[in-house]
C-alpha cells in the first residue's frame, strides 16, 4: 500500500493565481481531511470529509474549496492564491472504530510558496 | 478552542523521563497525541477517550483527567528516536480536530 500521497511536493504560486493540490489514498478510508502548517506552529484544519459527497469546513476554510467523488481522492483547491496561503499543507485519512475513535495517516505534503 | 500545551519545549538526556501536558477550556470526549520529525508528516500515538479507552503505542502511556480536561503524555526512559514535536489534537466526534501548538523534545545523547 502506498498510503496518502500527496502531489505536488513543492509549488511557488504568484499571487492571484489557481492550484489544486492532490491527495490520494489506498486504505478504502471514509475519513479524509486537509491541514495547513505554517512555521513553528500546529496543524490547522481546513476542510474534511466522512465519505464521498460529503464534505465540512474546517477551522480555517477560507480562500480553499474541495470535493470528494471518489473515496480514494479528496482535492484541495486554492483560487485566488495570497501569501497568507504560504504554508505546508498536509492530507490525512483516518479509520475508525467507533466515534471520537479515529487514527489518521498523513501523507508526506505539498510545500506551497506565494509571491 | 485551541487546547494549551506544556511545556513548548523539554531537552533530555537518554534515559530520562518527560511529561507534556495538554489542557482545554472545553469539555474533553477524546484526546488524540501526534508526534511529527522535523521536515516530516505527523506519526499517530495515542487516542484516549472518555471514560477510560485508549489505543496507541507500546512504549508511551498517557493519562486523561476529565474533570480537569487534561491529558499527560508519558515519555519514560527516552530514546534518541523520541526527538520531535508532540501534538495534541481535541475535538469533534469525525476526528476533526483542534491541535495544539506543539511541544519540543529534543532528546540528546
Known amino acids: 500500500n502506498a498510503g496518502v500521497t500527496q502531489t505536488p511536493k513543492f509549488r511557488i504560486l504568484k499571487i492571484g493565481q489557481s492550484m489544486t493540490l492532490q491527495c490520494t489514498q489506498d486504505?478504502?478510508?471514509?475519513?479524509m481531511y486537509w491541514y495547513r502548517q505554517d512555521p513553528g506552529m500546529g496543524l490547522k484544519l481546513i476542510y474534511y470529509?466522512?465519505?464521498?459527497?460529503?464534505?465540512d469546513k474546517g477551522e480555517v476554510p477560507n480562500g480553499y474549496n474541495v470535493s470528494r467523488s471518489t473515496t480514494e481522492d479528496f482535492p484541495l483547491r486554492l483560487e485566488l492564491a495570497a501569501p497568507s496561503q504560504t504554508s505546508v499543507y498536509f492530507c490525512?485519512?483516518?479509520?475508525?472504530?467507533?466515534?471520537?475513535?479515529?487514527?489518521?495517516?498523513f501523507g508526506p505534503g505539498t510545500r506551497l510558496t506565494v509571491l | 478552542q485551541q487546547p494549551v500545551q506544556s511545556p513548548q519545549a523539554v531537552i533530555l538526556r537518554e534515559g530520562e523521563d518527560a511529561v507534556i501536558n495538554c489542557s482545554s477550556s472545553?469539555?474533553?470526549?477524546?484526546v488524540h497525541w501526534y508526534r511529527q520529525k522535523h521536515g516530516e508528516a505527523p506519526v499517530f500515538l495515542m487516542i484516549?477517550?472518555?471514560?477510560?479507552e485508549q489505543k496507541g503505542h507500546d512504549k508511551i502511556s498517557a493519562s486523561f483527567n476529565e474533570k480537569k480536561q487534561q491529558s499527560s503524555l508519558y515519555l519514560t526512559a527516552s530514546q534518541l528516536s523520541y526527538s520531535g514535536t508532540y501534538f495534541c489534537?481535541?475535538?469533534?466526534?469525525?476526528?476533526?480536530?483542534?491541535f495544539g501548538k506543539g511541544t519540543k523534545l529534543s532528546v540528546k545523547p
Open positions: 490525512a485519512s483516518g479509520e475508525t472504530s467507533g466515534i471520537f475513535y479515529n487514527e489518521q495517516f
Open positions: 486504505m478504502n478510508h471514509n475519513y
Open positions: 470529509s466522512v465519505g464521498a459527497g460529503i464534505t
Open positions: 472545553k469539555a474533553l470526549y477524546s
Open positions: 484516549l477517550l472518555k471514560g477510560g
Open positions: 489534537g481535541t475535538g469533534g466526534s469525525q476526528g476533526n480536530l483542534i
